[in-house]
C-alpha cells in the first residue's frame, strides 16, 4: 500500500489545481479569452479574466460595470456580450482597447414571458433558461419563434457551448448536462465535485467549472462572550472537472478521491457483563463502479475474512469478554471514490427482462417489519405509481410520492412505515423503510444500502474528518441491468419541499460510502448462533474517521 500519510501538500496532482481568485464575491458563467479565464462577479458588475497559471485577476469593464450588476446570465460571442435581466435580452458591444473593455449602452433584444437567467447562441438561435417556468427556451432570431423545452434540473441553470456542444450548469442539482441542441434531450449528466455550479468551460483540452455559493467557519470574535462563533462568508473558486462515460454501464464517473475510511469499535459496556465465545462481525468496504478498495488491514486485532451475500465481512472472535478489558478492535481501508451518475437511454425501458424467481423471493418480502400488510401502506403503493408505466417512472413516481408525504427528522429509533407515514416526518432509515415497502409491493426489487458520507470538504486533504452520524439509501434491481442506486432523502429540500432533486437519483456522490449493500452492517452472535440479550449500543462505543489523500480522475472505459 503506497504510504500517502507522507505525501507532502506540493505533490498535489497540477491536474486539479483550484483557482481561488481574490476581490470576487460572487461567479456567474465561465468562458475562455485570449486564452485565459473570464467571469462575472453579479454583484458588482466585474467582467473579470483569470490567468490559471498565476491566479492574477483584472477586472476589464473598468467604467461600465453598472451594466452587468444582477443580471441573469452573460454570452460572449466575438465582441458582442449577450445578457439576461429579468425577463429581457440586451446586447452590448465591446470596444476592447488594450487589456480593458468599454462596453456600449445595452440594446434590447427579446423580451420573454417570464423571468431568464442564462443564456447561449449558436448561429441564429438563442437558448435561455427560466427557473420559474421549469423550462429552457430556444429563440430563432431570424424567424422570429418561440419554443420551450423542460428543464434538465431545478434550479439556476447557466448555459454555454463548448464547440457546438450545448452544456447546462445547475447549481441545485450539482450537476452539469449535455443536451443535444435541436431537441433538448440531456445526453449526459456529470455530478461536479462540489455544490454550486455556475459555469463551465474547456481551456487546454480540460473543463473547468465556477463554483459559487457560502461556507459557514468559526469567527473568532473578541468582544463576544464565548469569543468563537458560527459565521459565514463568500466561497468562490474555479476547479477542473474529469470525467468518462462508460457506454456498457450506461453510467458517467467524474472526479474522485483517494481517501482512508477506519471503524473502530472500543468496548466499554454501560453494565457489568461476561460474554464467552463471542463472534462480532462487521461489513466491509464494497467494490462496486464507483468505488474501489485499495486495501484492507485490521486495527487492534485481526479478522477473519468472510462473504455475506457476495459482500465482504471482517469477523473478530473473542473466547472470553468482561467489563475490566480494554480492548479496541476494527479495521482501516484506503478507497477510491467517485461521484456516478447512471443515465438509461430512450427506450431502455422497454426491455426490461422479467424478475428472476430467486430475486423475488429474496428482494419483494418483508423482511424488516416494513408494514407491508398494512392497508395504508398498500393503498400508497397504488396511489403512487398512478400513470407510472415504465420501470424509471415507477422508480421517480414512488420516490416523489415519499418526498412529498414525508419531512426530515432525525431520531434515534426507527418506526415501522405504516407509523411514519401517518406522522410524516422521518429520519433516513425512516424514509428507507417506506420506500422499500412502496418498491417491493409494486414489484421492483430493492435493498438497503450505504451506512456513512465522508464529510465534503475535499479541499481539507490529510485532515482527519469525523462524520457526525450515518446514512442509508437504496439500491433497485433493474433485470438484466444489475443494482442502482436511489438515495433515501438526501435530495429533499427542507427549505423547497416542493422541489425534488434528481442528482441522486440513480446517482451517488464521491463521498457516499458504500458498506453491507443488503446486508446488515454489523451485529454479534453467540458460538450457538444465538444473539446475546444485550445490544451494540450497551458494549462499544463506535468511532469513523475519514481522511482524504488526494483528488484522482475516474479510469478510462476499456474502448478508449
Excluded at 487546454?204 to 469567527?219: C, D, H, L, W
Excluded at 400488510?373 to 421517480?396: H, S
Excluded at 443488503?518 to 462505543?541: K, N, Q, T, Y
Aim: charged letters at 25%; aromatic letters at 12%; hydrophobic letters at 35%.
Amino acid at each position: 500500500m503506497e504510504n500517502y500519510q507522507n505525501l507532502a501538500w506540493s505533490m498535489a496532482n497540477p491536474l486539479f489545481r483550484t483557482l481561488r481568485p481574490p476581490v470576487l464575491r460572487s461567479l456567474q458563467g465561465l468562458t475562455v479569452w485570449r486564452d485565459q479565464l473570464l467571469t462575472l462577479d453579479p454583484r458588482s458588475g466585474y467582467l473579470a479574466l483569470i490567468d490559471p497559471h498565476t491566479e492574477n485577476l483584472r477586472i476589464l469593464n473598468r467604467d461600465t460595470t453598472h451594466y452587468l450588476r444582477d443580471i441573469g446570465g452573460w454570452y460572449l460571442e466575438g465582441e458582442t456580450l449577450w445578457f439576461t435581466d429579468g425577463d429581457q435580452v440586451y446586447t452590448s458591444t465591446c470596444h476592447i482597447t488594450d487589456t480593458l473593455w468599454d462596453l456600449t449602452e445595452p440594446q434590447l433584444v427579446w423580451t420573454l414571458p417570464d423571468r431568464v437567467e442564462g443564456i447561449a447562441k449558436l448561429g441564429k438561435r438563442l437558448y435561455l433558461s427560466s427557473r420559474g417556468r421549469g423550462c429552457l427556451w430556444v429563440v430563432d432570431l431570424e424567424e422570429g419563434k418561440l419554443r420551450d423545452w423542460p428543464a434538465p434540473g431545478v434550479g439556476v441553470i447557466q448555459l454555454t457551448f463548448i464547440g457546438e456542444t450545448l452544456w447546462a450548469c445547475d447549481d441545485t442539482e450539482q450537476s452539469v448536462y449535455q443536451l443535444h441542441p435541436e431537441t433538448g434531450q440531456v445526453e449526459l449528466t456529470v455530478i461536479t465535485p462540489y455544490e454550486h455550479p455556475v459555469g463551465l468551460t474547456q481551456w487546454q483540452g480540460r473543463y473547468y467549472v465556477a463554483y459559487s455559493g457560502e461556507e459557514p467557519y468559526i469567527r473568532d470574535e473578541p468582544n463576544a462572550s464565548p469569543p468563537l462563533q458560527l459565521g459565514f462568508r463568500d466561497r468562490v473558486f474555479i476547479h477542473p472537472l474529469v470525467f468518462h462515460y462508460y457506454p456498457d454501464g450506461h453510467y458517467t464517473l467524474s472526479n474522485g478521491f483517494v481517501l482512508e475510511l477506519s471503524y473502530i469499535e472500543e468496548w466499554s459496556p454501560v453494565e457489568a457483563v461476561t460474554l464467552e465465545q463471542l463472534e462480532w462481525r462487521i461489513a466491509l468496504p464494497a467494490t462496486t463502479d464507483r468505488q474501489r478498495v485499495r486495501s484492507v488491514e485490521p486495527v487492534g486485532r485481526p479478522f477473519e475474512l468472510e462473504w455475506e451475500e457476495g459482500q465482504p465481512v471482517a469477523v473478530f472472535r473473542f473466547d472470553r469478554l468482561d467489563e475490566r478489558q480494554a480492548l479496541v478492535f476494527g479495521w482501516k481501508a484506503v478507497l477510491e471514490v467517485f461521484s456516478i451518475k447512471y443515465h438509461l437511454p430512450p427506450g431502455a425501458s422497454e426491455s426490461v427482462l422479467p424478475l428472476e424467481p430467486a430475486m423475488q423471493q429474496r428482494y419483494l418480502v418483508d423482511d424488516d417489519d416494513l408494514s407491508m400488510d398494512q392497508p395504508i401502506i398498500q393503498q400508497a403503493a397504488k396511489e403512487a405509481v398512478a400513470g407510472a408505466q415504465t420501470f424509471p417512472e415507477k422508480l421517480r413516481a414512488i420516490r416523489n410520492y415519499v418526498y412529498d408525504r414525508l419531512r426530515y427528522q432525525m431520531k434515534g429509533t426507527i418506526d415501522p412505515p405504516h407509523i411514519v407515514l401517518q406522522r410524516g416526518t422521518g429520519s433516513c432509515g425512516e424514509y428507507v423503510g417506506l420506500l422499500l415497502a412502496l418498491l417491493r409491493l409494486n414489484g421492483i426489487a430493492c435493498r438497503t444500502a450505504g451506512r456513512y458520507k465522508c464529510p465534503r470538504t475535499p479541499e481539507l486533504k490529510h485532515v482527519p474528518l469525523l462524520p457526525q452520524f450515518n446514512h442509508v439509501w437504496l439500491e433497485v434491481y433493474w433485470p438484466g441491468r444489475g443494482w442502482l442506486p436511489l438515495e433515501s432523502n438526501t435530495d429533499h429540500l427542507q427549505d423547497r419541499p416542493w422541489l425534488q432533486l434528481q442528482r441522486f437519483f440513480l446517482g451517488l456522490g464521491w463521498f457516499h460510502l458504500e458498506l453491507g449493500r443488503g446486508i446488515r452492517f454489523e451485529r454479534i452472535r453467540l458460538a450457538d448462533g444465538s444473539r446475546p440479550d444485550v445490544g451494540l449500543g450497551d458494549l462499544a462505543i463506535n468511532y469513523i474517521r475519514c481522511v482524504i489523500y488526494e483528488e484522482i480522475a475516474p479510469p478510462t472505459p476499456p474502448d478508449k
